[in-house]
Every structure is written in structure tokens, then in C-alpha cells.
């Protein structure tokens, strides 16, 4: 994909530039009738965290491929991490106590592959800003995150899938955060191989994804249920296919 998503530099809200080389990819197909059976369709985070660093954050890993929910005691005492990378499972603890009126900032340490990780996040007082300051996760020392606030308003949902290249024949991992509540959706897109990811924030409308970056590149999809697709061009000019399904 364009800028392509080959080699395109990374320019995500949430993280440093790690580059990842050779962590396997998650299958983008998708059934007409696929469900995600275990995520919410209502957002669980709480009203009265919807102007504070308290609540609920979620986000698409790539290199390799996964997601990763955050609970900043959002309805108990519970400053967890709920992370999912290629299939595998781990949950965070936080080493920071949270504090009410000043920004938030803590590693969330863990084991996972039997080995010790760390993702530290940032959060403004008002939960504005959330950003990944530090990374690392055992057998994945290149991926990035892109994380995103849930309110009691707007349902966040993440989306695993893969794009391929028509023109060159090439593929890669393509993972989005879907917000229908404010009409956006985010995105990260990776080739096979490289080690730079390309950022991207598009918009909803009447369950229509769009993104133009006002060089040549657009994407367009559409989204249906728990599943979405599209198409995608270049000005080079390349072009292909998309496919993701939610998973968290």
C-alpha cells in the first residue's frame, strides 16, 4: 500500500519506532457470517470516567499481530492489562497507584512466553492523549501499539486483518480501531517483512470507511457487523485488497 504500506515511516499517536522483522501474521479472512462471540457490544466503560484517566483503553498491536485492553479502575480498584498477541494471552499489573487530578503514567509488567514485559502508557488527567512511552515484548521487538479511549458513549472496537498487494504481489498485517460513536477509525498497516508501520485516521459514514491522505493513497472498506473489507490504491500506481475482523 501506498507511502506503501511497505516502507512508509510509522506516525502513530501511541509509540516510539521499533521495527519488527519476523513474528508470524494473523489470517484476515472472513466468513460472511463471522461473530465475535466474546466481545461486548455496549461499551463497559463507565460514565463518570468519561472526563478522567480512569476508564477503559484499547488497542491493535502489529508485528506480529494482537490487541491489548487496559482497565484503569474503571469500576473497582483493578489497573490491569489484558493483552492478546498472536493467540497467546497475558495480563499486566500496574506499578503505579493511580491519583486523582494529575496525569497518569505507569509500566504494566507481566510474563509472557515465560519471559518478562513491559508496555508503559501515559494518560492525561482528563484520560486525553493516551500514548504507549515504552515497549517490550518478548519475541516481538519491533511492534507498535495504537491504543484509543472508550467512553460510555462510544464503543471501542479492534479489528485484526491482512491487505494484499494485487500490483507486486506482496501482503502484510492491516489492524484498526473502530470508533462508530465519533465516525473514525484508526488503522496500522505493516508488509510482510518490513519494519515500519504506516498510520492511518479515516472516517465512518453510513458504515462506509474512507481515508485519503491528499498524496494518492485512499482506502475505502465497508463494515458490516464484525467484519469489514475493501480496496485500497496508490499513486505509484499499486492497489489491492483488505479484510479484518474484530477481536476485541
Not at 2 to 25: E, P, W
Not at 63 to 88: P, Q
Request: hydrophobic letters at 35%; one cysteine or more; a neutral charge.
Amino acid at each position: 500500500m501506498k507511502r506503501n504500506f511497505l516502507v512508509s515511516s510509522l506516525v502513530t499517536i501511541a509509540l516510539f519506532g521499533m521495527f519488527f522483522i519476523s513474528c508470524k501474521k494473523s489470517s484476515g479472512s472472513v466468513s460472511p457470517s463471522y461473530k465475535c462471540t466474546g466481545c461486548i457490544t455496549t461499551p463497559e466503560a463507565v460514565a463518570a470516567n468519561d472526563n478522567s484517566s480512569k476508564g477503559i483503553y484499547k488497542g491493535i498491536i502489529v508485528g506480529s499481530s494482537g490487541t491489548i485492553k487496559f482497565d484503569i479502575m474503571n469500576s473497582d480498584a483493578t489497573i490491569k492489562a489484558y493483552m492478546v498477541v498472536d493467540g497467546v494471552s497475558d495480563t499486566l499489573t500496574a506499578s503505579v497507584a493511580w491519583v486523582s487530578g494529575v496525569s497518569y503514567v505507569s509500566a504494566f509488567t507481566g510474563t509472557f512466553n515465560g519471559q518478562a514485559v513491559s508496555i508503559t502508557m501515559s494518560l492525561d488527567a482528563n484520560g486525553g492523549n493516551p500514548t504507549i512511552t515504552a515497549m517490550n515484548i518478548p519475541g516481538h521487538p519491533n511492534a507498535t501499539l495504537t491504543i484509543s479511549k472508550e467512553t460510555s458513549s462510544n464503543l471501542v472496537e479492534c479489528f485484526e486483518g491482512t491487505y494484499t498487494n494485487a500490483t507486486t504481489g506482496k501482503n502484510g498485517t492491516l489492524n484498526l480501531i473502530i470508533s462508530p460513536g465519533l465516525n473514525k477509525w484508526y488503522g496500522q498497516a505493516r508488509e510482510t517483512g518490513s519494519g515500519s508501520s504506516q498510520n492511518m485516521v479515516g472516517t465512518i459514514s453510513n458504515n462506509t470507511l474512507s481515508y485519503d491522505d491528499g498524496h494518492g493513497f485512499t482506502v475505502t472498506g465497508t463494515l458490516s457487523g464484525d467484519q469489514t473489507n475493501g480496496t485500497w490504491k496508490d499513486s505509484q500506481p499499486e492497489n489491492g485488497t483488505w479484510t479484518a475482523k474484530r477481536t476485541l
